[in-house]
């Protein structure tokens, strides 16, 4: 979350940033102001928290959203830039073996949603402590990754394939708030450990120190 909240904050500066979070974390510890219905053309960051069936509200959400980003390409002018965040994201995006029948309805409608989201300029990031439980189809339109510390063995297996088998056995070592970034967004030739500030526990406005995306595309 740490990471989350810095990545939220640097994006919102110029993007609309919504964080669909069921923990209640961002609202009451790190001080995200409520979402407002069909607000999706807001400059900075909420945080929506759904009520009801999780997989269901982030289908119908990022529907609304992706509709909104196609009214303003169809009319040809830039579509607003919007970054939905999934926080504790096995909660909106659950991997196969995890889900119900009908939340994988649900699921293969948001991954459908997260693969077509590059044109209508809408971004996701993918916040979870094990890629184990979310779905693959979503996480593997990832480009860039915040990697903290984990000693899960599927994790490890799956971030190999990203960051490389080397850097891969360096993971489960990283210190609290160290972090092994990788992807475009970090204009690093290879995977890099860097430090990251602790979260803040005010709704204040400060600059992030940290961006990554994991986008549609």
């Known amino acids: 979350t740490a990471a989350a909240q810095r990545v939220c904050r640097a994006l919102s500066e110029n993007s609309g940033v919504m964080v669909l979070d069921t923990t209640g974390e961002y609202r009451t510890r790190l001080g995200f102001p409520a979402w407002k219905d069909n607000s ?17 509200r982030a289908e119908e959400f990022i529907k609304k ?10 009319a040809g002018s830039r579509p607003t830039p919007r970054v939905v965040v999934l926080e504790e994201a096995h909660s909106f995006i659950p991997e196969w073996n995890f889900a119900s029948r009908s ?6 409608l948001t991954t459908r949603y997260i693969m077509q989201s590059r044109k209508f300029a809408v971004t996701f990031v993918i916040v979870s402590q094990r890629t184990a439980v979310v779905s693959k189809s979503g996480l593997s339109q990832c480009e860039n990754y915040i990697v903290l510390r984990t000693i899960d063995q599927t994790s490890l297996d799956y971030l190999e394939a990203v960051v490389g088998a080397e ?12 972090a092994m970034c990788v ?10 450990i860097v430090t990251l500030q602790a979260p ?5 406005r400060v600059d992030g120190d940290v961006a990554s995306t994991a986008d549609g595309g």
Do not use: K, W
């Not at 939340?103 to 293969?108: F, K, L, N, R, T």
């Not at 475009?184 to 290879?190: M, V, Y």
């Not at 803040?200 to 204040?204: F, G, I, N, P, Q």
């Open 40 to 56: 999706f053309n807001d400059i900075g960051f909420s945080v929506y928290e759904p009520a009801g069936e999780p997989t269901q």
């Open 65 to 74: 959203c992706m509709a909104q980003g196609a009214i303003e390409y169809a």
């Open 103 to 108: 939340q994988q309805d649900m699921v293969s």
């Open 167 to 178: 850097q891969r056995h360096a993971i489960p070592s990283l210190s609290r708030y160290e």
């Open 183 to 192: 992807g475009p967004a970090f204009n690093l030739e290879a995977p890099t």
């Open 200 to 204: 803040e526990h005010t709704s204040a």
